[in-house]
């Protein structure tokens, strides 16, 4: 029974597709089209491409999208370089029985809220917090070095959470290697460090890019980190977008900013699809 | 030589997990200070906190309302994610790649944009800011995720199998109750308990699209205003508590259901 | 006779391809009939014209004398049992024997009872309370096989049943099917592409090729006369050569001119076939093949295999099945010969 879907079934597989499609309709696709007519709009006015000129002329709007893009560069860069080695220990150098309870302990801390996990960064960072607070009873500095509201604060909430993704990629991506890939490759001769750079690293780049580009989207996207370990000192997009609507509920700014967030993003998106096709044949 | 790359590798693992515990250990501790700021020294331990959370009643309700909002909107976002994938794996319809698209796009997207875009649309339609919009945002970033997990476990097997049903005489109601859904239970469950996390551990859609009534990582919000707390603390442990006995349980259920 | 089933001129496209080319078949009440083919032939998917599974581009089907041709699964008189047998996984067997009586209303006690007696039919009595994932193949089979018949439908479709099944289990499957199908009385309507299979089934045997019939009839006149060249290579094996009518009674081959009785018109290109087990050495009475230089041998237990490139032309392999005993190595040059009420005279 080879030929799975006939055409019989008639109004049934609509009604089943069409609530979902409605849904996504209704709920994604409008809302972003309102979004898209808003953002030619100014603020109690008619058509203006003004948001748009205003982002692409004032340096503190376009900023935001440098401050963005920098930041999530280097939370990309540090994170890959953190949990590449980091996912390798767990599935090389860790007992098989035990890697499901690493992983489960790897884990463990981000199910608090999203907003406590970045509190609790806040903690740690304080004036008078874990860090500075261990510090000065060491000895290594003599007064608290200001670690809260600034972009350290920032990266170090990202890397916190993108290292346990990117370990989970990485980690996923290295247990499907075969053994006798690297078996086969000493066979031939070569060492450690060259196996690693001909055979793991090409096999595992997949792996690393699906987590960058997770990164990408979800960083560029993120309001509460920047917010609570950054502060206001030095916005990110996310904060941009929500001190319009906040602060001076102007939709139109607000909604034109969303838009070319999201295109940044969809340019990302393209690029790594293409990639990663690339990669595959 | 062996050796040392062995010590190194237990260094190595050992700060890497120091730095991912470093945090949640911190926020766990200072909720048992027994002064008023959650910074060292330790003054604890001190349940005074945890106490101020639960007489708290904005917190209490907030965190009844995210429950709420978690249940109802991971129950739709499964349902209509189930039957979507139903609908596309079992039937032939024109433009499917599209509409799988179409219903997948909003993976893509950041919370942040789709609440925006929601607040811009009820905002021009006048639908007010509520418990409600907020659960009509997290169905719209659950449901592709739900589809995605079902679509991917309909199978040519269980299609057979539904052909069967159909064979004997169930009617197409009676195949996706009696039969598509038993068989697809687990990929059911998971749908339901991710899209729960999911919903319980989102901020920004529930920020933008509340406003009285809210749901418990905005309050947890508004109490970040008065600075460090150990308040915040207690809520944060509280909130960790809750998600762990989640997992526990989802653990618990597959183990058993896997084993069996 | 009338008969159960009429399939008329169906043909089924699937897109440019044509899966089923204009074929017409009857199925007559309480018969065992196997459709059998390659995989392409166009068999399963005439068993899921049947079924309903499939509406077919052109054509009709009647059952008993109703136009069931656009009638979903359910509302015919037909049951499938699937290749994979597609047993719900998450229900007991007695649950999955039920369920089609569930479907049509039938009281919990009396569907159990009614389950209950079609298993122990099929020899499962012991299964009621077992999840298919505790039996084995051939329990599961015998479940699919109860599940179908426990609705007492007119027609039973088996698509591929016995496929899943190792040789041994096959082989006693197959007497149980037949066993099964001369108790109840069902049509049987079984896809296979096991010729074996077949022969052992079948009161009605049909080849199917290219998605056409390309031979009907009981199973013993399907093998001995076959009506094709397929059919005499796919219902068993034959050697086939090409010759010509030049006179009533008398064929031109590559072997010499044969006396053949026949009544294909003189002038006509014909396909001759031969039976391997009617293929003898060493008897210069009979038509003669001429020699051949031995290429191979198989024991068998019973009789030997062997196969031959005769010298009057080398492309031709020819098939034999000597006795046992028969004296006969690798390399041999031997005298080849058979016996001409045994020759087939295929016209396409």
Known sequence: MTQSANARGGAVPWVAVGPALLWTLAFFAAPFIAMALVSVTVKGGGFSLANYQQFFTDPSYYRALFNSLEVTAIVTVISILLAYPFAWILAEQIPERWQRLALILAILPFWTSYVVRSYSWLLVLAEKGVVNNTLVQLGLIAEPIQLANTRFATVTGFVHFFVMLLTLTIFANLKQLSPSYRKAAADLGAGPVRTFLHIILPLTLPGIMVGAFLTFVLATGDYITPQILGGNNELLMPQLIMLQIGRRGDFPLASALSILLMLVVTVAYLACARWLKIERA | ?260 | MTPLVQVKSVSQKFGAMCALDDVSLDIAPRSYTVLLGPSGSGKTTLLSILGGFLVPTTGQVLIEGQDCTGMPPAKRPTTTVFQDYALFPHMTVGANVGFGLRMRGVASSERDKRAQEVLKLVGLPEAFGKKPHQLSGGQRQRVALARALVVEPSVLLLDEPLGALDLKLRRQMQEELKAIQKRVGTAFVHVTHDQEEAMALADHCVVMSNGRIEDEGPAERVYSKPASRFSATFMGESTIFSGRVIGSGEIETVFGRWQLATDVKPGSEIVLALRPEHVVIDQKQLLPLGEGRVSDVVFQGSFKRVTASLVKDESLMLLARLPADAVVQTGDMVHFACDPKHVLVLTR
């Open chain 2, 1 to 260: 030589m062996r050796s040392a790359i062995r010590l190194a590798t237990i260094i190595y693992a050992v700060l890497i997990y120091g730095f991912i515990f470093l945090p949640v250990v911190t926020l766990v501790l200072f909720s048992f200070q027994a002064t008023s700021f959650p910074i060292p020294p330790f003054s604890g331990p001190s349940l005074r906190w945890y106490q101020a959370v639960l007489g708290d009643a904005r917190l209490t309700s907030a965190l009844l309302n995210s429950l709420a909002v978690a249940v109802i909107s991971s129950a739709v976002a499964t349902l209509l994610g189930f039957l979507a994938a139903w609908g596309f794996a079992r039937f032939r319809l024109p433009a499917s790649a599209l509409m799988r698209g179409l219903i997948t796009l909003p993976l893509t997207v950041s919370y942040l944009i789709i609440g925006m875009g929601l607040l811009v649309l009820f905002n021009s339609i006048g639908f007010p800011k509520s418990l409600t919009a907020a659960g009509i945002g997290h169905v719209v970033i659950n449901l592709p995720l739900c589809f995605a997990i079902l679509y991917s476990q309909m199978g040519e097997h269980q299609a057979n199998i539904e052909r069967a049903a159909r064979d004997l005489g169930a009617k197409e109601w009676q195949v996706l109750t009696l039969v598509t859904a038993p068989m697809l239970w687990p990929a059911l469950f998971a749908s339901f308990f991710l899209s729960m996390t999911f919903s319980w551990d989102e901020f920004v859609i529930s920020f933008l699209l509340t406003r009285f009534d809210t749901t418990l990582p905005v309050e947890i919000w508004n109490l970040l205003r008065s600075g460090l707390n150990p308040k915040t603390n207690a809520v944060g442990s509280l909130v960790f508590l809750v998600s762990i006995a989640f997992v526990l349980l989802f653990e618990l259920v597959f183990f058993r259901k896997s084993r069996s």
